[in-house]
């Protein structure tokens, strides 16, 4: 099962975060980040975009500051990276994208 969890801002505003399985590869996670009202509007976001099996359990891995600032400064506040552990990889080097990049990675549907 895929880890998740959120943090509530001052401002009242919610970050989730969650490792969701990759719609593009056959075994790797990606660390989708997503800042909404709330943690529901933030679910139907993601919802909305296609990834319809999309739930958060708990709090087992809530994002980091370091992922609170990163998808605070994106202008959708919508962003993803492959998850840590995923395919062998320690810590993640790579930057965070834009969501529109994950999706054109998934695999046609016949």
Known sequence: MAAGGFCKLPSGSVVVALNLPSPGSAGGLVRVLVLAQNRARALTRLRNLGLRAVYLRGNAAPPTPDEITAVLHHPDGL???????????????????????????????A
């Open 79 to 109: 962003i993803w990276r492959t998850a840590p552990g995923s395919e062998g990889q320690e810590l993640p080097q790579e930057l965070w994208r834009p969501i529109r990049a994950l999706l054109r990675q998934k695999a046609p549907q």
